[in-house]
């Protein structure tokens, strides 16, 4: 994501609603009328969740779904109430808590693995990060599949002003493969399959460089407003995604044919793509290698401020906040109700 002038004011407003209980005196009501959820097309348990028709039913309310292509966009929608809760990558979280929109990170819906991949194309004579010397690769900026390029790129030793970085969206980058536009691309499932199926090769992948210290994950993230407001419906959430996770333990089968349905590809397909994904628990989600405990605090905060730091870095935003703020706009709160 290109950078903007960073606005104090906001991050003063941000530091006061990102908190990690209800502020006494904060009026709350029970369920609103509607909830507007931001999805993307991913493997994973929110998509199970959506195929199963579990939201519906069990928050108990009105509920309205906005697909989106990245979490770019799902920053911009939630920054204008646009939506209510929303998925989008740790990239354009740490994007989004730098930038001053007040909402906060609650639920981690997957860890990237195999499922975010480089892939180029074999006629390109691409065999390593530092063949893209030169060559056109796409990805959507701002996303987590960007991240991971930028840093395969700094392994690597090679300068991303010397890579023609293309920013487009994943059924962009499709059409753009497809008709010979590009010679590589970052991005992710279910485009990333087609890519490789279409005379492609994967390079490295979010797995390999979350071994060297670049961690991406999928996140649910909650605007702070209508956390504060509907606090149960949020734990509801929570709960719903619980559920998922429980099914795609006792049932994977079921699991990957609803899923491969949902996403139009065939239950092998699905089945691969799932296992790209690392599911977590709720109980794993507050150990301290993530979100920790609302009275301690994991490691979630801390990767979202390096990933922050490294877009400075990297120009690809002018500042990033103290540790402080990353800290506040984590909170384990609702998944701790959840599993009560």
Known sequence: MKGKPFVAAAMIAVGTLLAGSIPSGFATEAKPKEVVIGVQVIPNGETLAKAKGWYEKELGTKVSFKQFDSGRDVNTALASNAIDIGLLGTTPAAVGIARGIPYEVFWIHDVIGEAESLAVKNKAGIKSVKD??????????????????????KLAGVKPADVKILDLQPPDILAAWQRGDIDAAYVWQPTLGKLLADDGTAV????????????TADIGVV????????????????????????????????????IGKALNIDQAEATKEINELVWLSGKEQLSKAYFGSSAKKGALPKILKSTADFLVEQKSIDKAPGLDLFEKAVNPLFIEKALK
């Open 223 to 258: 605007r702070s407003e209508f956390a504060r407001k509907y606090p149960e419906l949020v734990t509801n959430y929570v709960k719903i995604q619980l559920k998922a996770y429980k099914h795609y333990k006792s049932d994977f089968k079921d699991t990957s044919a609803t």
């Open 132 to 153: 893209l010397v030169g060559k056109k690769v796409a990805v959507p900026v701002g996303s987590t599949a960007h991240f991971s390029l930028l840093s395969a790129l």
């Open 204 to 215: 490295t992948d979010s797995r390999q460089l979350a071994k060297k210290g670049y961690v």
